[in-house]
């Protein structure tokens, strides 16, 4: 139970923080279409300034798909730059109003999210893209600390469950023991009966136990995760 948890509490923290990284890129690439230079010739050193300042990947793209700027290409490199229309987050952006994608870049030689939001009056897109190298390390990081969280409170889960069964199952051991199950009358058979009693009754309570430590666990693990998604967020 307890490993079946930990690997769908791990993807879908993985899912969480990516689905927000992508919402977080969206909100930034319609702050930054809002704000674009009128002037043609300003485009590309402001785009550049703003890429650096952010420390996004930001394109600019028109809408027959050649590239009009881009933070990480000079303004000679940007002529020479393959046309964008045919890539699955422009022509999702024109389409349906937003593009996003995840894909290895031969270029950069990493994995990249991408974004796309259409430009006002059919001038385009304009794209936002992040390495996920850092992001794949953080959600590692994160799934090192929920495991850790997780063993952590299996064992202070035990721990509890053991003391509670002992406190349980000792006052009738020692009432059976002050009784004593070795005579053969009708006591010496009491003593038996409850003997018998008595293991049923601690195996239960094993059982529950075991159950109580497997859910205290689950539940501690829950927690840290959602603290854990909250700071890293």
């Not at 050193?45 to 650096?52: F, S």
């Amino acid at each position: 139970t307890l490993l079946f948890t930990g690997a769908f509490l791990s993807r879908r923290l993985q899912n969480t923080f990516l689905t927000h990284l992508e919402e977080s890129l969206a909100t930034q690439a319609k702050l930054i279409a809002q704000s674009l230079p009128s002037k043609s010739q300003d485009l590309q050193p402001w785009i550049q300034t703003e890429g650096q300042d952010l420390g996004l990947r930001i394109t600019v793209i028109g809408p027959d798909g050649v590239v009009a700027a881009d933070s990480e290409r000079t303004s000679k490199e940007v002529k020479r730059m393959d046309n964008h229309g045919s890539r699955p987050e422009v022509r999702a952006a024109l389409a349906a109003g937003r593009g996003q994608s995840m894909r290895h870049s031969a270029t950069l030689n990493e994995d990249m999210m991408y974004v796309a939001l259409p430009l006002a009056k059919n001038q385009g897109v304009i794209r936002l893209a992040l390495p996920l190298t850092g992001v794949h390390e953080r959600i590692a990081s994160l799934q090192k600390d929920l495991l850790k969280a997780g063993a952590a409170a299996v064992m202070v889960a035990f721990i509890v469950a053991w003391v509670t069964m002992r406190k349980i199952s000792q006052p009738l051991r020692d009432l059976l023991a002050s009784v004593g199950v070795g005579t053969q009358d009708e006591l010496g058979e009491l003593a038996r009966t409850y003997s018998e009693m008595a293991g049923k009754i601690e195996e239960k309570v094993r059982d529950l136990t075991r159950e109580r430590t497997q859910l205290g666990a689950i539940l501690a693990t829950l927690v840290f995760a959602g603290l854990r998604i909250g700071e890293a967020l």
